[in-house]
């Protein structure tokens, strides 16, 4: 029986804010011309109370040993804050400048569909979170039979605020 290879690494969020880990994936080379270069993937996590705080536990279950590229996001009311970290070892680095973004709520009358493409191994470049509980919106996967691909639809309610982000190669 084999045993699952993995590293964990823990945060504290202050009070008021709630922080979520995506693992940044390169896709492979013989599939780069259909889908796009990166893939996120939300890490699992635990959580602990400690007095007022609240500790949590990030899970790699598949360290690469060139390191994990990491896009940390934590939010508060009203902003994000958005840093970048690498898993290396059993260290993890965070850059020492984080940026901060502050979105607004995108209104329509009407209920909103995003799609999106899925790469062979049914990840997916965008992510889309409610920033007030942080969970990411689950697409309804389905396979689209004039492309030949598995396909993503996110039903984003009217008159309510999301995040999405996407990691993009710079020019």
Known sequence: MGSIQGKHFSITDPKGVNTVIYQ?????????????K??????????????????????????????????????????????????????????KKPSQYKFDTLYSEETEYKEFNYTPN??????????????????????DEKTNEVKGKCKLRPYKSYFAFEIREED
């Open 122 to 143: 049914l990840k997916r470049a965008i992510s889309i979170i409610d920033p007030e509980t942080t969970e990411e919106i689950k697409p309804r996967l389905y396979y």
């Open 24 to 36: 940044v994936n390169k896709t492979e080379k013989e599939n780069l011309n259909k889908y796009p």
């Open 38 to 95: 990166y893939t996120v993937e939300r890490l699992k996590t635990s959580e602990e109370i400690v007095g007022d705080l609240n500790k949590k536990t990030f899970y790699v279950d598949e360290p690469n040993k060139n390191g994990n590229k990491l896009v940390i996001l934590s939010f508060a009311t009203n902003r994000v804050v958005i840093n970048s970290g690498l898993l290396i070892g059993d260290e993890v680095r965070i850059s």
